[in-house]
């Protein structure tokens, strides 16, 4: 499975974006997805999981009720719907593909990683 992630960009406080997750793959509907995030100088983390058929997902308490993540296995893509945008949320947004939903949050459960797109929130 390859992974292109593409969607970020700059945006003021209180804005959104959508960042999408293009996979290639015959098999991509049978991963689970996660995004993680990496602000600068700081470590990668979790922010939010779909299971492979996107009936479950999963957030970090910090974008609870303000990202929202889908998926369309027929288009072989899951977006990240990021409203009500914070400072913090600036980060190098990265999606990642794994075998099992119940470590998707944790990048060592993670089997493909594609490249990341950058989000930037102005003050």
């Known amino acids: 499975v390859q992974l292109q992630a593409s969607g970020g960009g700059l945006v003021q406080a209180g804005g959104s974006l959508r960042l999408s997750c293009a996979a290639s793959?015959?098999?991509?509907?049978?991963?689970?997805v996660g995004w993680f995030r990496q602000p600068p100088g700081k470590e990668r983390s979790f922010v939010a999981a779909?299971?492979?058929?996107?009936?479950?997902?999963s957030y970090a308490d910090s974008v609870k009720g303000r990202f929202t993540i889908s998926r369309d296995n027929g288009k072989n893509t899951v977006y990240l719907q990021m409203n009500s945008l914070k400072p913090e949320d600036t980060a190098v947004y990265y999606c990642?593909?794994?075998?099992?939903?119940?470590?998707?949050?944790?990048?060592?459960?993670?089997?493909?990683w594609g490249e990341g797109t950058q989000v930037t929130v102005s003050s």
């Open positions: 990642a593909a794994g075998r099992d939903y119940g470590t998707a949050r944790y990048s060592y459960g993670m089997d493909y």
């Open positions: 793959g015959r098999t991509f509907s049978s991963y689970a």
């Open positions: 779909i299971s492979y058929s996107g009936g479950t997902t």
